[in-house]
């Protein structure tokens, strides 16, 4: 059973441009979670997403950030018009179910540098 | 929501028991605690979640003590390759939206030969 893929592993950009970064859930999980993590820091909440809707996305910022997990594909992370600050390694994670003890499997991540 | 507090960093030897501690004094009824490892340029890798008492595993043992305000992450015999960040973690177990996981900066251990 394949674990959590992500694509790119790595990305670069030029400030102005967009990311596009995917995930593909683990087989059999339909609940799919974004996190960013910046140097030297611990991962941090950005959406959280079943298939076709977006539950949290509460530590997504408002502008130039969006997610979805449409009914067919992968998850997609977009970032409009990135800036400097967008640098960081972004990871996706699937669980089977939400709530409980559902344990988060986690993807190895895409590594975004803006120029 | 409760705060974790972690040491920053600690050193060991190969084949010595290493012992993280956490601290969480606010955790909630409906909380339980999860530890993750990450190794440099990876995702997050689970290694075990309690409730409370002890709870072992084929990689490290998690012990509660019955108040809860604390919890400790036990790896035996640890080799070089245990080098990485252990993260600990509090999880509300009522999320009806979701488990997001809140991350702190870790306990970042090293070991050596």
């Known amino acids: 059973n394949a674990g959590v893929m992500q694509n790119p592993r790595h990305l670069v950009r030029r400030r102005g441009q967009e990311a596009r970064l995917r995930c593909s859930p683990m087989?059999?999980?339909?609940?799919v979670y974004w996190y960013r993590q910046l140097p030297e820091e611990g991962l941090k909440f950005m959406v959280y997403?079943?298939?076709?809707?977006?539950?949290?996305e509460s530590g997504m910022p408002k502008e130039r950030f969006s997610a979805e997990f449409p009914k067919e594909g992968p998850s997609i992370l977009r970032i409009q018009q990135v800036v400097r600050g967008d640098s960081a390694a972004y990871f996706c994670?699937?669980?089977?179910?939400?709530?409980?003890?559902?344990?988060?499997?986690f993807g190895p991540g895409t590594r975004l540098l803006v120029l | 929501l409760a705060k974790t507090t972690q040491p920053i960093s600690m050193d060991s030897y190969e084949g010595q028991e290493v012992n993280i501690t956490c601290s969480h004094n606010n955790i909630a009824t409906n909380d339980y605690i999860t530890w993750y490892q990450q190794f440099p340029s990876q995702g997050p890798r689970f290694i075990i979640q309690g409730y409370k008492t002890k709870v072992t595993n084929e990689v490290a043992s998690l012990f509660i003590p019955a108040d809860r305000k604390s919890s400790t992450l036990s790896l035996p015999r640890v080799s070089l390759s245990d080098t990485a960040v252990y993260y600990c973690l509090v999880v509300n177990i009522l999320t009806g939206g979701g488990n997001k996981l809140t991350f702190g900066t870790g306990t970042q251990l090293k070991v050596e030969l």
């Open positions: 997403l079943q298939k076709e809707n977006i539950i949290d």
């Open positions: 087989k059999g999980h339909s609940h």
């Open positions: 994670a699937s669980s089977p179910q939400a709530g409980g003890q559902e344990t988060q499997y």
